[in-house]
């Protein structure tokens, strides 16, 4: 697959060497080509003529590390997120939606094939997927779509049926991402288009420009700073941090979603604009979330089997086709976003697809949906139903935290000590009534865990799952230097 170098024309774009009204540095939201600027979060719709299209296209936009109660439309505290929001009344909410692992590739890999990891074969970062599956661009370019994917993280997997790509490595990445995706929407805006586009912003470091520095509290004296090593420095430290620390870094991270969201409001407006915003079905997800010290002081997503990195937010809006401020509270996952893209545009979903077309419930009907699967890799499996989280991990597997780069000044025997996620060989939580899964009750509930060891048997029996299926043989063999690297530096433990 080619990946197109338009980048440096991009930076130009950005940095305001060719008018668009930004600035470059970061500090400066990207503006519209009118001088317009900040897009109104409240403008549904605008005067500029619709052109007839009768078809539907389709705009994809993922979130990396975007948890979904951090948003103000999942009843967040602080209004987070305006334009997503806005999105969100415009169409359908979904309320309990589940990625199958907390790492960027395996998810996303399964939001395009609608399959399980196991069965995809990308158990974790910087694994390939093979030609066998359908991903939902190949599915889509068979039905007479263009496919564009822009994407600020896990470029290099190797996406089957866009016929441009663009990874974004850069930074200000998401504003790169965003002059990138208007420039195809402008030259694509009278063809069937499937556009993919991956944001980073909420991903760790967290150093938002100060305009979204909103959530904060402006007299914060301490020294701690969203960066990777701070936070590895903080995650295993004797001491931990104090209310005030945690308070600050919560504050960044949420000031870099309501970055990325500004992103998705000017996204927003380039549809209206080109008159696509009727007929272009927007679904806006994540690929996991983010554990903020709610479990083992841990500040990153990848060693995480819980809530906070596991429920994402997923909105669905296409006029006339989604009722507005539609909410489903049903139990689903990233692995039933492809089948419900499909069923929304009625394309046949594919018969290797694992998960399942939730289209009806989005018009009041009932779809007949299972658990929540996932997996650490080969190594825990766990099930999130309507009442519980239960995860099973008979290997005693503990995952690293923090990664070489980051533990410098600290002996092997401190490591081996504080390093690893220090999960049960059984957990339970009564997520229900515990939804941040403080209290751990597997103790107490045989019979629960009974039923849900049921489930795990039923999963694994049907997909062919196994403890140690040789994980760590494929990454040792599979991944290159490069993506490694690329991987560590966004704090991944390989
Ligand atoms: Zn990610």
Known sequence: MRITSIVPLLILLACGLIPLGSGCGGETAPSTETASARPSPDSASNDAPQPARDWTNVLLISVDTMRADHLSCYGYKHKTSPYIDTIATEGAIYERVYAPKSSTWPALATLHT??????????????????TPDTLAEVLSGEGYTCGAI??????????????????????ADK???????????????????????????????APPEKHRLFGDPTYSG??????????????????INDADLAHIISLYDGEINLTDMMIG?????????GLDQNTL??????????????????????????????????????????????????????????????ILDVPVPASYQGVNTEPLMRGETVALGPAFGEWRDKILFVRTNEYRYIYNPLNYHPPMVNNQRLAGLTDAELAKRNGMPIKEQELY????????????????????????????????????????????????EIDPQTRQELENLGYVM
């Open 282 to 343: 927007v679904v806006i997800t994540a690929d996991h979330g983010e554990e903020l010290y709610e479990h083992y002081r841990f500040l990153h997503h990848q060693a995480s089997v819980y809530e906070g990195t596991l429920r994402v937010p997923l909105i669905y809006r296409l006029p006339g086709k989604i009722p507005a401020g539609k909410s489903v509270p049903d139990l689903c996952g990233l692995i039933d976003v492809a089948p419900t893209i499909l069923g």
């Open 176 to 206: 790169i991402a965003t002059v990138t995706a208007r420039t195809w929407l402008r030259e694509k805006q009278d063809e069937k288009f499937f556009l993919w586009v991956h944001y980073i912003a909420p991903h760790s470091p967290w």
């Open 223 to 240: 020294t701690l700073t969203g960066g990777q090593d701070d936070m590895a420095a903080a995650m295993l430290s004797e001491q931990g």
């Open 151 to 172: 994407l600020t993280n896990a470029a290099a997997q190797n996406w089957e049926g866009f016929s441009y790509k663009e990874g974004v490595r850069e930074e200000p």
């Open 114 to 131: 609608s399959l399980y990891p196991v069965t995809h074969g990308v158990r974790n970062n910087g694994l390939r997927l093979d030609n």
């Open 266 to 274: 000017i996204l927003m407006e380039s549809l209206r604009e080109l």
């Open 430 to 477: 009564k997520v229900s009534e515990d939804p941040y899964e403080q209290k751990e009750i597997a103790a107490d509930n045989e019979e629960a865990i009974t039923a849900l060891r049921a489930l795990l048997d039923g999963y694994m029996s049907q997909y062919s799952w196994k403890f140690n299926d040789a994980t760590d043989n494929r990454m040792k063999q």
